[in-house]
């Protein structure tokens, strides 16, 4: 993975998943398969990394692309498309933000 850097001509997103301790296995199995079948071989993606919080309730979903544009195609791909409608049935809310890199310690 590559060093999380301000000089870093890189597209940041971080999401966040909401779900259950029942069904975080789930959601994570699936965000695990999105990027080993799919989003790691679209053009721009860079790394990503999935945390878990320790009362599996939350995802935490850090990725980085070398252009917000790059995310953006993925992201609205038929295939991701589809995964995110599958997605929603394992969470109760996910959103992908945008960030720049703004301090680095």
């Known amino acids: ?3 999380i850097s301000v000089d870093a001509q ?3 997103v971080i999401t ?3 779900t ?4 975080c296995q789930d959601l994570l199995d699936a965000l695990n398969d999105a ?4 989003i790691s071989k679209q053009p721009g993606f860079i790394a990503a990394g999935l945390h878990v919080n320790d ?3 939350r995802i935490a979903n850090y990725s980085q692309w070398e252009k917000r544009e790059d995310f953006l195609a993925m992201l609205r791909s038929p295939e991701m498309r589809e995964r995110n409608r599958n997605l ?4 109760r809310s996910f959103e ?4 720049e890199v703004a301090a680095t310690f």
């Not at 259950?20 to 069904?23: I, K, R």
């Not at 992908?96 to 960030?99: A, E, I, K, T």
């Open 1 to 3: 993975m590559p060093k």
């Open 10 to 12: 890189a597209q940041t």
């Open 16 to 18: 966040t998943f909401e």
């Open 20 to 23: 259950t301790p029942g069904q």
């Open 35 to 38: 990027y080993a079948a799919f």
């Open 55 to 57: 009362a599996q309730t």
């Open 88 to 91: 929603s049935g394992l969470c």
């Open 96 to 99: 992908p933000v945008l960030y």
